[in-house]
């Protein structure tokens, strides 16, 4: 999860010729971040069509991105973002998904507070005022919370015309995205057939709501690809999930990816780590296939 330790990491990353030294995405749009992070070769073949979209909520109205192959109907996607979260790495990801095959909608978590994008591209998680800013909306999105938000997401993908209904949901988080896509496929278990977080914190604690608990609600096969320094503070995290899900007799794949520093997978992050996103996006890829069949 972010703090101020993994803020540290980061900025040392930065420091000593990282690849936002070379070139900064958080300042690009879509179909730059699109040219310049992703190669023509890893992009999907079909033409998408983009909307922003306002989705009713019990708590409100969420603005969302949502973009989809221009015809047909697909398997649904609910993108959750990072702590920084709607903001066009994000968009770009999704398309890069629809361009695949996929209903894909990209949420904006803090849709309680402010809309998307809820920081500026050059907000720094090192500010104190950004840091608080951010956490204090993270917050809200407590298990009760989060849970009531995927069931009326999922509910908005199922109204779609381009939502295949009768093929299951994926849903993937990024950072705190991870514990609520654990939390998505326990809130919906008879839609969401697969789930997977990117650089997830939080994933295993000590509190009654903590998310892995939930792991016996839920057959949706998944994905928990872990940066190697947050596996470094907490070694502990990934034994206790995978027994639970072996316990549950729930096909998981947990891997910590060498080298990687927690937000490697964002094309915007100060640590994005091509090599290794592109081998996240192919694990992804390869569970939507078999668990969204």
């Avoid at 909608?105 to 090192?126: I, K």
């Amino acid at each position: 999860m972010c703090d101020e330790l993994t803020e540290k990491d980061n900025e040392r990353f930065g420091s000593s010729g990282g690849a936002l030294n070379r070139r900064d995405f958080s300042k690009l749009s879509v179909a730059a971040i699109m040219a310049m992070a992703y190669p023509a070769s890893a992009l999907g073949q079909e033409p998408v069509t983009e909307s922003d979209v306002m989705v009713d909520m019990p708590d409100g109205v969420s603005d969302c991105y949502y973009v989809r192959p221009t015809s047909g109907k697909h398997p649904a996607v609910l993108l959750w973002p990072d702590i920084k979260g709607l903001r066009p790495a994000f968009r770009a990801m999704g398309k890069r998904l629809a361009m695949a095959g996929y209903s894909v909608l990209v949420v904006n978590p803090f849709y309680r507070d402010a809309t998307a994008p809820v920081v500026g591209p050059d907000a720094s998680f090192r500010d104190p005022d950004t840091r608080a800013f951010l956490i204090g909306m993270a917050r809200k999105l407590t298990q009760d919370a989060s849970m009531s938000d995927a069931r009326a997401y999922i509910s908005f993908l199922d109204a779609q015309d381009s939502v295949d209904t009768n093929r299951k949901v994926g849903t993937m988080g990024y950072c705190m995205g991870g514990p609520l896509i654990m939390r998505t496929a326990g809130a919906v278990p008879d839609r969401v057939g697969a789930a997977a977080s990117f650089h997830g914190g939080g994933l295993v604690t000590d509190r009654e709501d903590s998310p892995h608990l939930l792991i016996p609600t839920s057959p949706a096969h998944v994905l928990h690809a872990v940066a190697e320094n947050d596996d470094e503070r907490n070694p502990d995290a990934k034994n206790v999930l995978a027994a639970a899900y072996k316990a549950a007799g729930v096909p998981a794949e947990i891997e910590v990816y060498e080298g990687t520093l927690h937000g490697w997978c964002p094309p915007d992050s100060q640590v994005y780590n091509q090599a290794q996103a592109e081998k996240a996006w192919s694990r992804l890829s390869a569970l939507f296939k078999t668990a969204l069949a």
